[in-house]
């Protein structure tokens, strides 16, 4: 999926650079992880490490510039940055959500939609959740309500666990970090603290739930027109479009990474979700575009979906 060239947004939408929100919140664990989690911290749970190593309460690694050594994104103008430059086009994708979410959370629950904040980052960031380095991968923290982004990740994903390249598996990263937020507005983040190991435990159905957000943004992305103009913000997905963000959330499912790590799988310990499972519903999403469909905590089968049958 790429974006329509004339396509428009206001550049300071996403900060960029070190920072974030700070240490009063006793370092709590943020949630997510676009396309497979917060890859360290997955694999830390995984294999039954402590999570605590991972984020900090403390401050004692400095926040890192971000690579284009900037504090703005004053060079992402139009969809034709968005489509030659990642940085940029983390921020487009953003402003599309912004217009989905905009529009459709009102529309189907009543709830009108906060924006969250986005932020890029470089090395290493303070949050409100704690410290976290780019090795955590993309975030979203909600106690400050931030989604946090390395773009080095996408490259990661490709590198380490296989995921294809193409411009819907990164911008399934950043809609699946604001599905997260969608969680915080709607009540239903905390849900996966309450339960958080096991292949039908609450994490997993969060996280899933964020799959489906996802597939629910990517349903109207391309037909929805962005604010002030006739034409969305990108052009109509293909069906490699689709095969992309499917490829990047089978890439991390539980189970994948389980095999890769350890050359076995071990359920009881999951709080992503398996490959199919996520790929199952990010379709849902998809494939209705309804917020009601993506009540993964009513599912009495994760891996079959009631709007899939």
């Given at each position: 999926m790429t974006f329509n060239d004339g396509a428009q947004m206001d550049p300071?939408?996403?900060?960029?650079?070190?920072?974030?929100?700070?240490?009063?919140?006793?370092g709590r664990i943020a949630l997510g992880g676009g396309a497979g989690g917060l890859i360290i911290l997955v694999i830390t749970l995984l294999l039954?490490?402590?999570?605590?190593?991972?984020?900090?309460?403390?401050?004692g690694t400095s926040a890192q510039p971000h690579a284009n050594g900037g504090s703005s994104l004053q060079n992402c103008k139009t969809g034709a940055d968005a489509n030659r430059d990642v940085d940029c086009r983390?921020?487009?994708?953003?402003?599309?959500?912004?217009?989905?979410?905009?529009?459709?959370?009102?529309?189907?629950?009543?709830?009108?939609?906060?924006k969250p904040a986005v932020h890029l980052f470089s090395g290493a960031v303070n949050t409100g959740c704690g410290q976290a380095t780019s090795e955590v991968g993309p975030f979203y923290c909600p106690v400050d309500s931030t989604a946090y982004f390395d773009t080095s990740f996408f490259q990661v994903l490709v590198d380490r666990?296989?995921?294809?390249?193409?411009?819907?598996?990164?911008?399934?990263?950043?809609?699946?970090?604001?599905?997260?937020?969608?969680?915080?507005?709607l009540g239903d983040i905390g849900r996966a603290q309450s339960d958080p190991q096991g292949a039908e435990s609450a994490s997993v159905r969060t996280e899933l739930q964020a799959d489906c957000y996802a597939g629910l943004w990517a349903h109207y992305a391309d037909t929805l027109p962005a604010p002030g103009s006739n034409q969305p913000?990108?052009?109509?997905?293909?069906?490699?479009?689709?095969?992309?963000?499917?490829?990047?959330?089978?890439?991390?499912g539980d189970d994948r990474i389980q095999k890769q790590a350890q050359g076995r799988t071990n359920p009881e310990t999951w709080t992503h979700g398996s490959s199919e499972?996520?790929?199952q519903w990010f379709l849902t999403g998809y494939r209705t575009g309804q917020v009601s469909a993506c009540?993964?905590?009513s599912a009495p089968?994760?891996?079959n979906p009631p709007a899939l049958r």
């Open positions: 300071d939408r996403v900060s960029v650079g070190g920072g974030g929100g700070g240490f009063g919140t006793g039954g490490g402590d999570p605590g190593s991972i984020f900090g309460s403390s401050s983390v921020a487009f994708t953003v402003a599309s959500l912004d217009s989905v979410w905009g529009t459709e959370l009102p529309k189907q629950t009543g709830k009108q939609y906060v666990f296989g995921s294809s390249g193409g411009p819907l598996a990164q911008e399934y990263v950043v809609a699946h970090e604001i599905g997260h937020h969608i969680q915080n507005e913000y990108l052009k109509k997905l293909t069906d490699q479009d689709v095969q992309d963000a499917l490829s990047a959330a089978a890439a991390v499972e996520r790929q009540d993964t905590f089968d994760l891996s």
